[in-house]
Nanobody
């Protein structure tokens, strides 16, 4: 079994920073790519950033220059550094990962989400 656990969310004032972590554990052979998504109340889930196994990153336009996704392959952990936060960044942030297990199956996993609230 594989689990993704997010942490690092919280309440911050506009202009502030937070760093989210997504730790993968379990029967992992390799982590192919990892993305951060967010979903605000009444809105669809949207992709924020993604990083692949080679470290190539893609960002949504609305976070470019403010957010940075990175990964520590030794710790099976992906981070999302969020700077210059805006009230519209308020959402539940989810980690999503495509992982090949030691049984040689590839699945997509989701974490439970972490709340980020940015006050004006």
């Amino acid at each position: 079994q594989v689990q993704l656990v997010e942490s690092g969310g919280g309440l911050v004032q506009a202009g502030g920073s937070l760093k989210l972590s997504c730790a993968a554990s379990g029967s992992i052979f390799s982590i192919i790519d990892v993305g951060w998504y967010r979903q605000a109340p009444g809105k669809q889930r949207e992709r924020v950033a993604v990083i692949n196994s080679r470290g190539t990153t893609i960002y949504a336009d609305y976070v470019k220059g403010r957010f940075t996704i990175s990964r520590d392959n030794f710790k099976n952990t992906v981070y999302l550094q969020m700077n210059s936060l805006k009230p519209e960044d308020t959402s539940v942030y989810y980690c999503n990962a495509r992982i090949t297990t030691i049984q040689d199956f590839t699945y997509e996993y989701w974490g439970q989400g972490t709340q980020v609230t940015v006050s004006s």
